[in-house]
Every structure is written in C-alpha cells, then in structure tokens.
C-alpha cells in the first residue's frame, strides 16, 4: 500500500471489475498523494482545505456513481456501503466548515494518513466486496454510467 513518497499507492489488485471505478479511484489516490506532497514541501502551517475541498468533491461525485454501480448490479449491502460514504463526507464537511481553522504539519500529515488509509481500505476491503456482483452486470453498469460526471483525470 505505501511507498516512501505516496501515502497510498494503486496496484490492479484494488480493481473490483468496473474500469470508471477503478480510474476514480486511480483520481482520488493521486489527489492524497499530490496533497501529501505539496504539504511535505512546506515548512510551516499549511492550509489543506482547498485541497480536501477538491478531494470531497472528487470523492461525492464517485460514491454517487458508485451508488448507481451497486444499484444496477442489485447489490445486497448497499444501505451498509452508502453509510460508509455518507459518514466520510460528514467527517470532511466537519473539517472544511472551520474557517480559520490552519492545520499545523502534523495535523495535515495525521489527516492526510487518515484519508489515505481510509480510501485504501474501502477500496480494498469494502468495495472489493462487489466484485462478485458486478461480474454479470457490466454491460448494464457500462450502460448505467452513460451520462453521469466522471471524476475528472488529474493531468
């Protein structure tokens, strides 16, 4: 999962099936990463929020689409992982409304550590549990996908 220079690091084994999710989820590890970075290279107090603020919405955009994944392929545990999803836009919305709050180095890297272990462990554990239900349905899912607002590439 880590490297020396990435908090969390993709490798195919995080794959659960559904190309779309798998490149938000390349999005949402890179955005970490690159959040990591900038806040690595500044010795004083850094404020993150435009950064988390640019993660949340990454993040809302994909856990809608996901929401329509796990629809199309009648995922059993959807109330249960539609939860997960809510509980951590809750936790960043919390962060982003203290306006002047400035996070110290220590505070970003323990935030940043919390977001990268979060994302690696829903994808790796949480969302690798539709990998089964989705098998049948990417066709459908493809079709489902149509339309809706990918997380935009980085580059």
């Known amino acids: 999962m880590h490297d ?4 969390v690091k993709w490798s195919d084994d995080l794959s659960y099936g ?5 490149n938000d989820h390349k999005v ?8 990591h970075a900038i806040a690595s290279e500044d010795d004083d107090e850094f404020d993150v929020r435009i950064l988390l603020a640019k993660l949340a919405e990454y993040a809302i955009l994909h856990f ?15 109330d249960e992982h539609v939860s ?8 960043v919305f919390e962060l982003l409304k203290q306006k002047d709050k400035t996070f110290t180095k220590n505070e970003t890297d323990d935030l940043l550590k919390f977001l990268g272990n979060w994302l690696y462990d829903h994808i790796s554990e949480v969302d690798q549990t539709m990998t089964p239900h989705v098998a049948n349905y990417i066709n459908e899912i493809d079709e489902a996908l149509v339309g809706t607002t990918p997380v935009p590439s980085l580059d």
């Open 18 to 22: 559904v190309q779309e999710m798998d």
């Open 28 to 35: 949402m590890i890179e955005l970490v990463n690159r959040m």
């Open 64 to 78: 809608r689409r996901e929401e329509i994944v796990m629809k199309t392929c009648q995922y059993p545990d959807f």
């Open 4 to 7: 020396e220079n990435k908090i």
């Open 84 to 91: 997960f999803h809510h509980d951590l836009e809750k936790q």
